[in-house]
């Protein structure tokens, strides 16, 4: 299974109306603040890897998880290894990971309304420091046909899958300071 | 608050009775694997820190923490600063720390049974490849006094406090290997 992900800027005021539109339907909201860490002495930046802490918070209440995430393994998929499990206490694991020698490098906020449509989540993220955005992603076997839907999603909701941003949020604050 | 602890080499076989007969009382029986992990850069046993994933196993399931502890910030009362929290699943978060460049160093696994003692917590530890153990604990406000109901609840089980062990099991199955 590929998953494949198209992102792009876009203001959120109409995209609601036109998400009704189209028959989508409102699935939740959700905040997370991913704080990412710098390694003592490896350049995750230069390995391709990332350590975060992410607290999230919907309305079941505030959960916090620890990720690991590998170099790309499949370019044109974005395929990494992903590793990721839940913690008690965030502060107290901020706490540990800052011990032994990680620093917080960045923090990314957002605001994250997820809706269904068809075969794609379609995400409305609300970014510090950064804008709108409008995330269209699902699994598939084949690339090319998922993407196509992806891209025909995009032009029913008058966006220009052109447009699209292939960096991620975390990337685009840090090269934004 | 101190914490006082005091440690020896006992055959479990007639401690059982003896604590039975001075009317301890058991509070439960507990199972912890515990694996601590090298620092990439850093020479934990010089900095005499540790990280450790601890797997527990008791009446009511299992349970995994992670837990980070500094140098001795008082070697009179052994105090350190001591981070834990509990984690989700024990497998990924050691993923997690080896992917980061942690090894695993050493693995303690412990059965524990405790006992409570007037003020004491009695603690029957079957240490792999190390044996039998008893430790008596307490908090107390001052040092000596604590010490000294440590000592006379020994004797009363016909124990030598003489023969106190200071080393962590962890230190005995290092100096073991």
Do not use: W
């Amino acid at each position: 299974m590929y998953e494949v992900e198209l992102k792009l800027r876009a203001d959120h005021g109409e995209l609601r109306e036109r998400l009704a539109a189209i028959g989508a339907e409102l699935m939740g909201t959700v905040t997370q603040v991913d704080t990412y860490y710098d390694h003592p002495v490896r350049d995750f930046a230069e390995t391709d890897e990332a350590l975060r802490i992410r607290r999230e918070t919907d309305e079941s209440g505030e959960s916090v998880k620890v990720t690991y995430k590998g170099p790309l393994v499949d370019s044109a998929s974005k395929t990494r290894e992903e590793r990721q499990t839940g913690v008690g206490d965030g502060e107290t694991m901020a706490a540990i990971l800052e011990s032994v020698g990680f620093e917080p490098a960045a923090t990314v906020e957002k605001a994250r309304e997820r809706f269904r449509c068809g075969e794609y989540t379609v995400t409305l993220d609300r970014v510090a420091g950064l804008g709108e955005f409008i995330e269209v992603e699902t699994e598939a076997e084949e690339i090319n046909p998922a993407r196509e839907g992806a891209i025909d999603l995009l032009e029913s909701l008058d966006l220009d899958p052109e447009c699209g941003i292939r960096r991620s949020y975390l990337g685009l604050l840090l090269d934004a300071n």
